[in-house]
């Protein structure tokens, strides 16, 4: 945000000074964040919670003070678990005409033999099992 100070009249000059002073003044009297996260943490621990219990943090962890002295984790992405469909089994949609036990699901890259076909110009619709 670049103002232009030129452009100002003397009035505006004056009402951005006096915002500037005030803005000047809240941040005089914060704290520095890492005391206050330090202090924060300190009064969770005592409680016997983490700050990821209390505030939902990333990567949250459930022991209460496992790891107290420790430092603290790098943030991460949380991390999800297996899907529910993962590994499942899908029938086969596509088979190759020249070789019968080659077939594909329709799901992922579609193999060479269904590609060399394609770029021949045949229509993936002539594959399927009917």
Known sequence: MALDLN???????ESLIAQANKR????????PIADVRKRLE???????????ELF???GASTSSSANSDAAPAKRTRAKRG???????????KYR?????????????KQPRWLQ??????HALDSFLIR
Not at 96 to 108: F, K, L, V
Request: net charge positive.
């Open 7 to 13: 452009s100002m009249s003397a009035k505006e000059l």
């Open 96 to 108: 190759n005409p020249d070789n019968a036990n080659e077939t594909w699901s329709g799901r992922g």
């Open 56 to 58: 939902g943090a990333r």
């Open 42 to 52: 300190q009064l969770a621990r005592a409680e016997g919670y983490s700050i990821g």
């Open 116 to 121: 060399a076909y394609t770029s021949k110009g």
């Open 82 to 92: 297996p899907s529910k469909f993962a590994g499942t089994k899908v029938a086969p």
């Open 24 to 31: 000047r003044a809240v941040l005089k009297k914060r704290k």
